[in-house]
């Protein structure tokens, strides 16, 4: 059974930065994807970035462009996204998922860690 657990986010004001990581256990990952999505109040979830686990660069949704990273380490079994020049749109509650690379739904996820933004 894949786990992810989620750690960090927090509180920032506009324009600093926040990260937070998502370790993963249960498998060996490298025929996955991972992914981060987010949930703000009163809308549907989704999508932030993503990667192949085993490989290749990650992929970002417009709105974080240029402004999200995000980075795995493989030893640790761990994912980071790095958010700067936060926004208060970026508020929500940021997810961590995963599938297999054969599947299109993300159909592991983790408990989710809240990140606030404040203008």
């Known amino acids: 059974q894949v786990q992810l657990v989620e750690s960090g986010g927090g509180s920032a004001q506009a324009g ?5 990581s998502c370790a993963a256990s249960g498998r060996t990952f490298s025929s ?12 549907e979830r989704e999508f932030v970035a993503g990667i192949r686990w085993s490989g290749g660069s990650p992929y ?4 974080v462009k240029g402004r999200f ?9 761990t994912v ?12 929500a509650v940021y997810y961590c998922a995963a ?6 739904v993300y ?3 983790g408990q989710g860690t809240q990140v606030t933004v404040s203008s």
């Open 99 to 104: 599938r297999l690379s054969s599947v299109l």
């Open 16 to 20: 600093g930065s926040l990260s937070v």
């Open 60 to 63: 970002y949704a417009d709105a």
């Open 32 to 43: 996955y994807y991972v992914g981060w999505f987010r949930q703000a109040p009163g809308k």
């Open 69 to 77: 990273t995000l980075s795995r380490d493989n030893a640790k079994n």
């Open 80 to 91: 980071y996204l790095q958010m700067n020049s936060l926004k208060p749109e970026d508020t």
């Open 107 to 109: 159909n592991y996820w």
